[in-house]
């Protein structure tokens, strides 16, 4: 018996598992590789000790502005419950939030910019109008304005 995808077709069902497994080697080969280079070239030009004060400091400041983020998101959260609304933008921002965190967890300068990034409101903004999109054009086929992200 052969499985199919949601669209019927198996060709589509194996292209989805290629993009997953393109997506997984680039996630915990590439980016762990190219983090080494990077700590490395930082190192020979500022100096390891510096370079490990460095990747210190940018754990401790990430870890300050997810402390204070999440706490603001989830004041926002309680805010639109008590409202009686469903606080969707809300749970995407708290998402972010912790999905920015777990990239700060992984040593190295480019996961950490990363996971700052998204620590930043503007950023997480872009990124949600983004996923929105992206949501709306895959399951609404095209969208229908009643999703509030």
């Known amino acids: 018996m052969i499985r199919r995808s949601a669209s019927g ?3 589509a069902e194996r292209q989805y598992h290629g993009r997953v497994l393109a997506l997984l080697a680039l996630a915990f080969l590439v980016v762990p590789i190219v ?13 390891v000790l510096n370079t490990v004060g460095l990747l210190i400091l940018s754990s401790v400041v990430g870890s300050w502005l997810m402390k204070r983020e999440g706490l603001g998101v989830l004041r926002r959260i309680q805010e639109s419950m008590d409202a009686g609304r469903v ?11 912790l999905f920015g ?8 300068f480019l996961t950490d910019i990363a996971g700052m990034a998204l620590l930043l409101p503007p950023v997480r903004a872009g990124v949600r109008r983004l996923l929105r999109r992206r949501f709306e054009s895959k399951v609404l086929g095209g969208g229908s304005g009643i999703i509030d992200l």
């Open 9 to 11: 077709s198996p060709l």
């Open 35 to 47: 983090e080494i280079a990077v700590i490395i070239k930082v190192g020979e030009a500022i100096g």
């Open 87 to 97: 606080p969707g933008k809300e749970l995407v921002d708290a998402f972010l939030i």
């Open 101 to 108: 965190g777990a990239l700060m967890l992984a040593p190295g």
